[in-house]
């Protein structure tokens, strides 16, 4: 015990020294990065070099004091005791133990959930099927937001009206057989008849079927070519949907459903067919922004 007393004396000096040694390496540098100062006068250059060798000759002075110092300093003959310290990796607990394999399972998991949202973040941002208020984002349109899904009857059925007004060729008839919800029935010139069920002011669900057919919400045409429109309706329904403009969701949709009065007459635009030479199929699809028809398998 006594021993290891004098030993700290000893390591304190020596770590005092070393201390010293530092503060006047330092000290040689700073002069050093300073440069000439006003107080060395007219011939500074002379008296700089001077205090830089009295400097340099501090350090000299704390280096061989430091290395005396050192030199008394017993070596150690085994590794430092470290006390009870050493005991710390050896938890005898059982349900301590157990926490650490919770720990690194729970890192495990909030890493590859990390992980995981990002890709799902990446993917979200690229198809933004935006039927929540989640993703409309900016701040600045919060304030106006309203419900889509509960308008009054009577807006919604101006809003349908006014779309119906505005084609001569489409007729639309509403009717509420669920409540106050319209299910609204299309007839499009000669070529197919449509039926799409609202929840206010929100496209719920769409049908197509072809001219001839009965038309209720639930059963799919006979016909191919109208369960493939259907199909694509279903996609332009989630297109133009809007959280902050619903009237507009719905007008760009009945503008869509309305460019399909030529299905039968007009040619794809890609391969410049009427029939697809697999499918036999004609183009079934419209695209979105120009509304020009297109195959199914033509439309990229
Ligand atoms: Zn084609």
New binding site residues.
């Given amino acids: 015990m006594n021993n290891s007393a004098i030993n700290v004396d000893q390591l304190n000096s020596a770590l005092n020294s070393l201390r010293v040694l530092r503060s006047s390496v330092s000290h040689v540098f700073e002069t050093l990065s300073n440069g000439l100062r006003a107080d060395h006068g007219e011939d500074g250059k002379d008296k700089f070099l001077l205090e830089l060798q009295e400097l340099l000759n501090n350090v000299n002075i704390n280096l061989r004091d430091l290395e005396q110092t050192v030199n008394g300093l017993p070596i150690p003959t085994a590794p430092f005791n470290l006390g009870t310290t050493s005991f710390l990796s050896h938890e005898t607990t059982q349900d301590r133990q157990a926490l650490y394999t919770q720990l690194v399972n729970s890192y495990k998991w909030t890493d590859k959930i990390h992980e995981y949202s990002s890709f799902a973040h990446t993917l979200l941002s690229q198809n933004s099927l935006k039927r929540s208020y989640i993703n409309s984002g900016s701040t600045k349109r919060r304030g106006k937001l309203q419900s889509n899904h509960n308008v009054a009857p009577l807006q919604v059925d101006n809003v349908i009206n006014n779309i119906d007004r505005s084609y001569s060729d489409m007729k639309i008839t509403i009717s509420r057989p669920f409540a106050s919800n319209a299910v609204v029935q299309i007839n499009l010139s000669h070529v197919l008849k449509a039926v799409v069920a609202f929840k206010g002011l929100l496209m719920e669900w769409v049908m197509v079927k072809g001219y001839g057919e009965s038309l209720d919400l639930w059963s799919e045409s006979r016909h191919f070519v109208f369960r493939k429109v259907t199909e694509n309706a279903h996609a332009a329904m989630l297109h133009f949907y809007s959280p902050t403009l619903p009237e507009l969701a719905v007008r760009s949709f009945m503008t869509w459903l309305h460019s399909y009065v030529n299905l039968f007459s007009e040619?794809?635009?890609?391969?410049?067919?009427h029939l697809?030479h697999t499918s036999l199929l004609p183009?079934a699809w419209r695209d979105f922004r120009t509304l020009e028809p297109?195959?199914d398998?033509?439309k990229q």
């Fill in positions: 040619p794809c635009k890609r391969c410049s067919c697809h183009p297109f195959h398998e033509c």
